[in-house]
């Protein structure tokens, strides 16, 4: 069975570190060696791995995402978000994240980052622990 977890994003544009919430899964499964994935199954939403120290390092990267994805372009999608749809494409939907002795391994300053290009909205990660 997935786990799902819930991210309410606030912001057009954003990063959420969802780190703590996947390890609490991670614990909660009991998995002590074994894999972690990550999922969003959303169109318009990503996952990444990046730097949680410096939060600058979240801005500089959505900073230049609008920048390469410019809001207003000739777009030919009627919905009006074909920005958040590319963004989301470039990021990615998923992350797969190696578990040992009971714990996600990430280095130092990693976190697992929910990326939100469309918000605010309601949004939700699947989360599929393997053991082994
Ligand atoms: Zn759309």
Request: proline share 4%; hydrophobic share 40%.
């Amino acid at each position: 069975m997935s786990e799902v977890i819930y991210v309410n994003t606030t912001k057009k544009t954003q990063f959420i570190d969802i780190t703590s919430k996947v390890s609490e899964v991670v614990r909660q499964k009991g998995i002590n060696d074994g894999l972690c994935v990550v999922y969003v199954p959303h169109t318009t939403a990503g996952i990444t791995i990046n730097e949680n120290a410096d939060p600058s390092v979240q801005e500089d990267i959505l900073n230049i995402l609008n920048q390469v994805v410019p809001w207003q372009a000739d777009y030919k999608h009627l919905e009006g978000n074909s920005p958040a749809h590319i963004k989301a494409s470039m990021i990615g939907s998923s992350v797969t994240v190696m578990v040992e002795k009971g714990s996600l391994i990430l280095g130092t300053w990693q976190g697992i980052f929910f990326c939100e290009f469309d918000g605010p909205r309601h949004r939700k990660v699947f989360i599929k622990c393997l053991k082994g």
